[in-house]
């Protein structure tokens, strides 16, 4: 219904700007350094939002996912999240590369491990949801 499509698209801008701010007082009083699990939390939050995105726009505007494999939706579900993850690890290596060049503690890129668990992380946020989704049919 509309009013439904109306809470799910403010729950999902809600969301995001929780996972934004959360992001920007984290870089801003360095909890990224102080407090070790933040970012796993963000990349999981972040990796939830792109699925519940996937499956709000896919509900709407691409009814024959719902005629597919329930492991159809997860895989194409989850290869989203993974996209928009790795757009963000991009985006952190651009900040890296013309920002924080020279400013070690401003960096948002710690190395290619760090790299890789937050795509793991993405991917279990993802992966969540998408398990969510499917059982709920």
């Given at each position: 219904?509309?009013?439904?499509?109306?809470?799910?698209?403010v729950f999902l801008l809600?969301?995001?700007?929780?996972?934004?701010?959360?992001?920007?007082?984290?870089?801003?009083?360095?909890?990224?350094?102080?407090?070790?699990?933040?970012?796993?939390?963000?990349?999981?939050?972040?990796?939830?939002?792109?699925?519940?995105?996937?499956?709000?726009?896919?509900?709407?505007?691409?009814?024959?996912?719902?005629?597919?494999?329930?492991?159809?939706?997860?895989?194409?579900?989850?290869?989203?999240?993974?996209?928009?993850?790795?757009?963000?690890?991009?985006?952190?290596?651009?900040?890296?590369?013309?920002?924080?060049?020279?400013?070690?503690?401003?960096?948002?890129?710690?190395g290619l491990?760090?790299?890789?668990?937050?795509?793991?992380?993405?991917?279990?946020?993802?992966?969540?949801?998408?398990?969510?989704?499917?059982?709920?049919?």
């Amino acid at each position: 219904t509309m009013r439904t499509t109306k809470r799910s698209f403010v729950f999902l801008l809600a969301l995001i700007v929780i996972i934004l701010v959360l992001h920007i007082l984290s870089t801003v009083y360095d909890w990224y350094h102080a407090v070790w699990w933040i970012d796993i939390i963000l990349h999981i939050l972040g990796g939830a939002w792109a699925a519940l995105l996937f499956f709000y726009v896919q509900e709407r505007h691409v009814p024959f996912f719902a005629a597919m494999p329930w492991w159809f939706s997860i895989v194409v579900a989850v290869s989203f999240v993974m996209l928009v993850g790795v757009g963000w690890e991009w985006l952190e290596y651009g900040f890296d590369y013309f920002v924080a060049k020279d400013d070690f503690m401003l960096r948002a890129q710690l190395g290619l491990t760090d790299t890789m668990k937050d795509l793991f992380d993405d991917f279990i946020g993802g992966l969540v949801v998408g398990a969510y989704f499917i059982f709920k049919r």
